[in-house]
T-cell receptor
């Protein structure tokens, strides 16, 4: 199974600033995703991180707010830009294995003051 | 209608009880189905896939009803360690997660 490392694991940020979350996988994976889980809610897909091209965003999420990089098959970053308290959430990186199983990183817990 | 809907819960059951969760999905073209488990402040982890003919893994049984567009999870002989949130996941173009059902098993 894939081992996924996310950092930071948590952060407290000021309104208006930006934070970049990193996701490192211990093996090459084709499909990598970013999810958000707001307090008491389930997971919402933000985007699919595509290697070498622009990410594919879900409805309600835009590149200006959540720029994503995917320079290779083992690494991706998600930036939460111009943060507001509504962005306080857990952000999870996930990868799809050939078995069809979706693995998640431990998440990055963001609090915006 | 939400793409994936689950019993809202919470379910509070005594040890040894049998408990069942249902999950309905809106897209009849959905191809694969899963149950994930999420412990408090942890990431979700795959509990089991759901196969068309139904499948069992120890105390856990998953079933799929394509005609009615729902899947179910049955837990027999509940343990304290089963306490968690159970997420229904349906694969359309990509995975869609239900809101989760919280289960608490009490001694």
């Amino acid at each position: 199974s894939a081992v996924i490392s996310q950092k930071p694991s948590r952060d407290i940020c000021q309104r208006g600033t930006s934070l970049t979350i990193q996701c490192q996988v211990d093996s090459q994976v084709t499909m990598m995703f970013w999810y958000r889980q707001q307090p008491g809610q389930s997971l919402t897909l933000i985007a699919t991180a595509n290697q070498g091209s622009e990410a594919t965003y879900e409805s309600g999420f835009v590149i200006d707010k959540f720029p994503i990089s995917r320079p290779n098959l083992t690494f991706s970053t998600l930036t939460v830009s111009n943060m507001s308290p509504e962005d306080s959430s857990i952000y999870l990186c996930s990868v799809l294995q050939n078995t069809g199983e979706l693995f998640f990183g431990e998440g990055s817990r963001l609090t915006v003051l | 209608r939400k793409e994936v809907e689950q019993d809202p819960g919470p379910f509070n059951v005594p040890e040894g009880a049998t408990v069942a969760f249902n999950c309905t999905y809106s897209n009849s073209a959905s191809q694969s189905f899963f149950w994930y488990r999420q412990d408090c402040r942890k990431e979700p982890k795959l509990l089991m896939s759901v196969y068309s003919s139904g499948n069992e893994d120890g105390r856990f049984t998953a079933q799929l009803n394509r005609a009615s567009q729902y899947i179910s999870l049955l837990i027999r002989d509940s343990k304290l360690s089963d306490s968690a949130t159970y997420l229904c996941v349906v694969n359309m173009r990509e995975r869609r997660f239900g809101a989760g059902t919280r289960l608490t098993v009490k001694p």
